[in-house]
């Protein structure tokens, strides 16, 4: 699959992820294990991306006696989801049409 | 690998990196084994899960750019004394050339490879108009009754039009190893700033 096309993918599930409440990095890892697999190294550029273009924030937390970092959505988050889901439809009318070509060779 | 073998080699493989970014990216991966080790998996499972150090640091070097590397390799790590001060001022025609050298080099590889793009796509351009202009030929000589050079036009049209179809696909391709290669190179330059083991 294109690469860019995968990674804005990914952003944006992530980002999806964080949008359902506040979370961290594994809580992350595993909410979209059913969907797709991906490892530290692989959300960590996303996570900073994403933090950079102020769409979500970070904070420290205690947790069982060492810190964690939280993960929160931002509005400027809550918009970027919503303009997925718009867009969504689109791409989906799309990937319709790259299927059907397919089934019919 | 135990999780302290993995951040020690992790915080080497970083190492020229600003204070920041090497921080960030320690806890970042320390918080993950954390978590995964909590949630059950053993210290050896857990490390592996993250993956090679070499990975992991590669994509940390993604997220800082270039200049923030340079910055950080010839920021001063103390006050410098006066004399050392003057000494910089006055070296300035021998380090700012230098460095100015270095910047254009690294920008002259970008420009060599999108000229070779540039250049490929001008020669598919003379495929495509010789290709017309074979066309062209046909009618021309074909109204004029000139058979044997009507069918030579046609047949070169035929020939440069083929040509043309596989330049199209080699001038795509190299686009894209063009974008690619300009990444590694990006990234084996970052390289340069990093890693090296400071003498304690």
């Known amino acids: ?105 | 690998m135990t999780k302290r073998d993995f951040l020690g080699a992790l915080r080497a493989a970083l190492s020229g990196l600003p204070p920041e970014e090497t921080e960030r990216t320690l806890t970042f991966y320390s918080e993950s084994i954390d978590d995964r080790i909590e949630d059950g998996s053993t210290e050896k499972e857990a490390v592996a899960a993250m993956g090679s150090v070499q990975d992991a640091a590669a994509q940390c070097l993604s997220v800082v750019s270039l200049p923030k590397l340079v910055r950080e390799k010839v920021r001063p790590r103390r006050k410098l004394r006066a004399w050392e001060i003057v000494l910089l001022v006055l070296g300035t025609p021998a380090w700012l050339p230098l460095t100015a050298a270095a910047a254009v080099m690294v920008l002259a590889v970008y420009l060599v490879m999108w000229s070779i793009v540039v250049t490929l796509f001008m020669i598919e351009l003379s495929f495509v108009l010789l290709a017309f202009s074979g066309v062209f030929g046909t009618v021309y000589f074909a109204v004029q009754h000139f058979s044997p050079q009507a069918l030579l036009s046609l047949g070169g049209a035929f020939v440069f039009a083929g040509v043309a179809v596989f330049g199209f696909f080699l001038c795509n391709a190299s686009i894209k190893g063009c974008v690619f290669a300009g990444k590694r190179f990006s990234l084996g330059v970052k390289r340069l700033f990093v890693g090296k083991e400071r003498a304690a």
């Open chain 1, 1 to 105: 699959m294109d690469v860019q096309l995968k990674r804005g993918l990914l952003e944006a599930a992530v980002l999806s992820a964080v949008g359902r409440g506040e979370t961290y990095g594994y809580q992350i890892i595993k909410d979209l294990q059913p969907y797709i697999v991906i490892a530290e190294p692989t959300l960590y550029p996303i996570l900073r991306r994403l933090e950079a273009d102020d769409l979500l924030t970070v904070r420290a937390a205690e947790h069982n006696g060492r810190l964690r970092k939280y993960y929160a959505v931002t509005p400027k988050g809550e918009q970027r989801l919503q303009t997925f889901r718009t867009e969504w439809a689109q791409m989906q009318k799309i990937g319709e049409f790259i299927l059907q070509e397919v089934s019919h060779d």
